[in-house]
Structures are given as C-alpha cells and as structure tokens.
C-alpha cells in the first residue's frame, strides 16, 4: 500500500488513514492534511517545522545566479528556495508518493507560484524522482538546531 512506503520514508511505526481510493498522489495529499497527523506523527528530531504541499524545481535557466543568501545557484548541489525557512536551514523532503527523501539547504528565496511551498534544485528533484513530472506533493521536515 503506498502508505507504508510514505510512512517507512518518514519513520513512522504506525499511521491510520481512510482508505485510499487509488494511486492520486493529490488524493494521498488532501487525505494526510485531512488527517492531521503531520506534527504528531513526526520523530521527535524532525518536530521543530514540517509542512507538506507542492514543491517544483528550477535548473539550467538559474544556475550560476546569485541566490538570497549570496551564494551562486549551482543545480547539481542539494538546494532548496523556501519562502520563510532561515536560510542556511537543512531540512528533509519527502516525496509522498514514491517514499524517497533528500536533505537539502536553504540557500534561497522562493517559490514565487501560487500553491508551491518549495523550489528545489535540479538535483534534488532527481534524487526525489521528480524532474520528468516537474511537481510533486511533499512533506518537508526541520530539525531541531538545523540552521547552519
């Protein structure tokens, strides 16, 4: 069941949910702000922020500009923009309908589309595998103390 993938991804020993009514990864979504377990379901390392939404991500047009934190994109690192994040924040991201996950840092400001809560580099996307898709629903984790 594609709940357990998401659950063992985020490490989760138990989750309940409503029956999943197919593989929409959009329906898994609304089920999991429906349920609210978000905070309450999280390791006890991962509570200080979590989120979960749409993220996008942006390559070969950005690379080599200077982001808010002064540094210079580069779409290989593992990057991300967040809108309040501190930068400099190390955070997880899940991928909610393939379970995988990627850490990332903060270096930027963004996204600037309606309904995104994340911007994420070129490859991060990949290792998350959505860059064919473009979009993907997500859960985004901070731990306590991970600003750098």
């Given amino acids: 069941m594609w709940f357990r993938s998401v659950a063992g ?5 138990l989750l309940v949910l409503p029956a999943p009514t197919g593989h929409d990864p959009l329906a898994a979504l609304q089920r999991l ?5 978000a905070m309450a379901a999280a390791p006890a390392q991962w509570q200080a922020f979590r989120q979960i939404g749409t993220a996008s991500w942006y390559g070969a047009k950005f690379h080599g500009r200077l982001t808010a934190s002064g540094q210079r994109f580069d779409r290989r690192r593992l990057t991300a923009a967040h809108r309040t994040l501190p930068l400099g924040t190390r955070a997880r991201i899940v991928n909610l309908a393939n379970g995988r996950s990627v850490e990332v840092t903060v270096t ?3 996204p600037y589309v309606r309904g995104r809560i994340i911007d994420l580099s070129e490859k991060a996307a990949q290792l998350l595998g959505m860059t064919k898709e473009g979009l993907a629903a997500v859960a985004i984790e901070v731990r306590n ?3 750098s």
């Fill in 9 to 13: 991804a985020i490490g989760l020993s």
């Fill in 33 to 37: 702000r429906e349920a609210d377990w």
């Fill in 108 to 110: 930027d400001r963004g």
């Fill in 145 to 147: 103390g991970s600003v």
